[in-house]
């Protein structure tokens, strides 16, 4: 079947600790995305990436870091510089093209600061 | 700027009841247009889409979708209501006029049904 993937599914970090988290797609899909999501509020943008090797920031991209080395993954670091980072993260991918504008999202990990 | 607003934070049905979802968006040009759903700790599953092909959108599980251009709104129904439909739902536009295609989200509906 294809999908996406996240891991682990539950994460907890200490402060001033970097943590990285994982999304791998097998839908061949170039375009890929990590949301953030707090409790009673819709998703927002953290960073994107139309092709590999290319990322882009999103709206709330501060103490947050991405790679895209592969087609198939697009791992998310949440730095010790981000202020507040407990919350549920998603990662979605987009087959790019005319009117390609649905995302298919991943089962998301949800990140706890001790 | 392209936004969508999710008019009831929480609904309560019986189920067998009917289902009423209220979304009203804004966008200067033809919107591009989803209702997702999200179960409890779980990533988000697409209901249905409208990309302008045509104004009544039937979906997944029953679920169905009006884009209505003279009222801006994209209110999602179901006839009857089942128990596994209690989630949350979020109205969704695409943002085709920034260069991510980006998902702009409403708030979320909390769909409670009730035995």
């Known amino acids: 079947d294809g999908g996406i993937t996240q891991s682990p599914k539950y994460l907890f970090r200490k402060e001033g600790q970097n943590v990285t988290l994982s999304c791998e797609q097998n839908?061949?899909?170039?375009?890929m995305y990590w949301y953030r999501q707090d409790p009673g509020q819709g998703l927002r943008l953290i960073y994107y990436?139309?092709?590999?090797?290319?990322?882009q920031k999103g709206d709330i991209a501060e103490g947050y870091s991405v790679s895209r080395e592969k087609k198939e993954s697009f791992p998310l670091t949440v730095t010790s510089a981000q202020k507040n980072p407990t919350a549920f993260y998603l990662c979605?991918?987009?087959?790019?093209?005319?009117?390609?504008?649905?995302?298919?999202f991943g089962p998301g990990t949800r990140l706890t600061v001790l | 700027a392209q936004s969508v607003t999710q008019l009831d934070s929480h609904v309560s049905v019986s189920e067998g009841t009917p289902v009423l979802l209220r979304c009203n968006y804004s966008?200067?040009?033809?919107?591009?247009l989803f209702w997702y759903v999200q179960h409890p700790n779980k990533g988000l599953q697409l209901l249905l889409k409208?990309?302008?092909?045509?104004?009544l959108v039937k979906g997944i599980n029953g679920f169905e979708a009006e884009f209505k251009k003279s009222e801006t709104s994209f209110h999602l129904t179901k006839p009857s209501a089942h128990m596994s439909d209690a989630a949350e739902y979020f109205c969704v536009v695409s943002d085709t006029m920034d260069s991510s295609y980006k998902l702009i989200f409403g708030s979320g509906t909390r769909l409670l049904v009730r035995p």
């Open positions: 966008s200067s040009y033809s919107p591009s």
């Open positions: 979605a991918s987009r087959r790019t093209g005319v009117n390609q504008y649905e995302q298919f």
């Open positions: 409208y990309t302008s092909a045509a104004t």
């Open positions: 990436s139309q092709i590999v090797n290319d990322f």
């Open positions: 839908l061949n899909h170039d375009a």
